[in-house]
């Protein structure tokens, strides 16, 4: 905003706002010269120009230290450019006949602080409150007045069908035609809506026909309830979102492959154009062509499979929820509307996923781009190739040269190795030699002093003690001793003797001591690996026998270990009677043994096993065979049944049941390997078993009900 400053020979002198984007007016001369920032214009047009700049400067100042003094108003920010803002009238042309002269540039600009007053301090509040510039505000003038100038030039096209049209069938009925902004539809502002209702109220409005002589129709069934249906549609944001969702014009087609195949860009583009109205996003990249690149075309597909679509179909809804009589209808309704709503809704972005896929796998653009990167990847599969045979070339001369210096890296130190064991071989030797030599100085200085000693028996218990530590003490020890017992008397060499004696004997009991721990920690292994442990005596019967009923009861079983400890009391031959919590504890004491002394565990059951079936009675060998168990006991099978084999029998039980004629005789051919004496015997077994398991259960049962 330009705001007039001062007056002067007719000529003014403006004061642009500082805030504002201030474009500098270039002074132009048309005959005049310039030299390094110089300007030449007449003598009369300079000296009025620089008595301008001058008082208009000293007004200003005047002005706004009066202003701040006063305490008035919140002043703007002024900048005074005398030397780029003068108006390009001042500077007249030079005449040929008129002399010129050359002056300095002119002064630099002044910033001073100017309070706006009128209607630019109204102006300068707005824009304070607003924050925007002055600019923003001209540009905003500018759209209304536009938008004024469009609504001026707003031209309605007459519905031909209005006077036909049914009031009680409004949700089928056009509300754009009906306002007569048929060719505008969404695009149409709510200014551009109001005025075109308004002139059809001027128009239709039952009492403008009545007065025109027109017959009236009396009540809701006048074609004017359109009107007003279709700007209460139209005027409510929510409604006629709900509205264009289901415009009636609208094309939802998909093209199809072969049609997209021939003409891709012609075909798809206004289809994708037509459908982006529903996109939530404002920004929507373009369809593109042939030379769009592979990042566009990325970024065009990425938008369209994550499509973010605002259409929804509530304006489809079958039933109104504000029609229903009671609380309980009007949850129903609701529920069935939001359940048409999705399923519309599900259609729809089918549709859409439709449209690109199709779109997709027409473009011609992704055909190209897929042949581009099996050619870069062939290229690079090939540039892998010779890389990679490169790298071999280049790997096995390095291995050879590694094994090369391997070889000699090994012959290096299988040379120095050899010379160390011989260097070790000389220390080792040497070493004896001088342990040899230090025993035997000991011994020697021991023998010419008596061993420190005056009686015979402790002369020969020193000699043992002194024979002792020739054997236990080390190099150092030997030497220290040696100069301990060269350097001091009688007394302190026996005390020093006696001390090593000391030190010695308690190494050896530490080492008894260890090697008495180490046994006895092998016979408690030995112990628990043969049964012997746990509390109680255990033989190799209870242990075999507890592995039987831990597999017999497996975990789940109701109040399992005492059931275990039952069954082992009803059926061990010891007569030790055990209870959970020694059946407990031998189970975690099997369970710690390694997997070696578990297969030596099983392995003996499973001999006691063979041994206990093998070994038939003396008296059977006389009984002849009775119908049950007819045939030659070499026939049977005595090896350990499989689960395979057991899966077989029981089904083989359930198939053939107890009425069945020769039942033994089909169950034994449904299980290969096994004969009717087999089975029969293993039947047996089971039923054993399963009485003991039952009465040892009951047993269990019958305690915890005392």
Request: proline share 3%; charged share 35%; net charge neutral.
């Amino acid at each position: 905003m330009s705001v007039p400053a001062n007056k002067l020979t007719g000529e003014s002198i403006y004061c642009t706002e500082s805030r504002d984007q201030r474009e500098d007016s270039n002074i132009t001369l048309k005959p005049g010269l310039r030299e390094r920032g110089a300007v030449c214009v007449s003598e009369r047009v300079i000296e009025a120009h620089v008595e301008t700049q001058r008082r208009l400067s000293s007004d200003l100042r005047g002005h706004s230290s009066s202003s701040s003094s006063g305490g008035g108003g919140g002043g703007g920010s002024y900048a005074v450019e005398s030397e780029r803002t003068a108006v390009s009238s001042m500077l007249k042309e030079a005449v040929e006949s008129q002399s010129t002269a050359v002056f300095n540039a002119l002064a630099g600009s002044v910033q001073v602080q100017v309070e706006p007053v009128g209607r630019w301090f109204e102006a300068f509040l707005k824009r304070r409150i607003r924050n925007v510039s002055a600019s923003f505000q001209e540009l905003e003038e500018e759209e209304e007045l536009s938008e004024e100038e469009e609504d001026e030039e707003l031209q309605l096209e007459e519905y031909p069908m209005l006077k036909t049209l049914d009031p009680k069938d409004w949700k089928n009925q056009d509300h754009y035609a009906v306002l007569g902004l048929a060719h505008l539809r969404y695009k149409a502002t709510q200014k551009q809506i109001k005025a075109a209702h308004k002139a059809m109220v001027l128009k239709h409005h039952p009492d403008k026909r009545k007065a025109a002589g027109e017959q009236i129709v009396k009540g809701d069934n006048d074609y004017f309830t359109c009107i007003t249906k279709a700007i209460e549609i139209l005027s409510d944001p929510v409604k006629r979102r709900a509205f264009d969702s289901v415009d009636p014009i609208f094309d939802n087609a998909v093209p199809s492959k072969a049609e997209g195949k021939e003409n891709f860009f012609e075909v798809f583009a206004p289809v994708f154009e037509r459908n982006a109205r529903w996109s939530t996003k404002k920004q929507i990249p373009n369809l593109g062509s042939m030379k769009s690149s592979f990042e566009e075309v990325d970024n065009f597909y990425s938008f369209w499979y994550n499509f973010d679509s605002w259409r929804e179909f509530s304006y489809l809804d079958e039933e109104e929820k504000e029609k229903a009589e009671c609380r309980d209808e009007r949850r129903w309704i609701e529920k069935q509307n939001r359940a048409s709503r999705a399923q519309r809704k599900k259609e729809e972005m089918n549709r859409i996923r439709t449209l690109v896929d199709t779109a997709y796998s027409c473009d011609p653009r992704i055909k190209k781009f897929k042949e581009d990167e099996k050619a870069r990847k062939e290229l690079e599969k090939k540039a892998r190739a010779e890389a990679k045979k490169k790298d071999q070339e280049k790997k096995e001369r390095a291995r050879q040269a590694e094994l090369e210096a391997a070889r000699l890296a090994r012959e290096k130190e299988e040379e120095e190795a050899k010379q160390a064991a011989q260097l070790a071989k000389k220390e080792k030797e040497a070493q004896k030699k001088a342990i040899k030599k230090e025993r035997q100085k000991l011994r020697t200085t021991c023998k010419n002093c008596n061993y420190f000693v005056d009686t015979e028996a402790e002369s020969v218990k020193m000699m043992e003690d002194v024979e002792k530590l020739c054997d236990r003490l080390e190099l150092i020890s030997l030497q220290n001793l040696n100069e301990v017992l060269a350097s001091g008397n009688k007394e302190q060499s026996r005390a020093a003797i006696e001390k090593q004696v000391q030190e010695v004997n308690a190494q050896l009991q530490r080492e008894r001591e260890a090697e008495v721990k180490a046994q006895q920690a092998a016979r408690s292994l030995d112990q628990s690996s043969t049964g012997t442990g746990g509390g109680k005596g255990w033989s190799e019967e209870d242990v075999q026998l507890l592995i039987k009923a831990v597999n017999l009861f497996p975990a789940g079983t109701n109040a399992r270990w005492e059931v275990i400890a039952n069954y082992m009391n009803l059926h061990s031959n010891s007569g030790i009677k055990r209870t959970a919590k020694d059946v407990i504890n031998k189970a975690k004491t099997l369970q710690k043994l390694d997997p070696h002394q578990k297969d030596e565990v099983n392995k003996k059951a499973f001999e006691k096993f063979k041994r206990e079936h093998a070994a038939a009675p003396s008296s059977v060998d006389n009984v002849v065979p009775s119908e049950r168990f007819d045939g030659s006991s070499g026939d049977s099978n005595s090896a350990p049944w499989t689960t395979e084999e057991q899966k077989l029998l029981e089904q083989a039980l359930k198939t053939y049941p107890v009425s069945t004629p020769e039942r033994w005789d089909k169950i034994a051919a449904t299980v290969p390997g096994r004969t009717k004496k087999d089975c029969m015997k293993r039947y047996k077994e089971l039923v054993e078993m399963i009485k003991a398991k039952k009465a040892a259960q009951e047993q269990v049962a019958a305690k915890s009900k005392k």
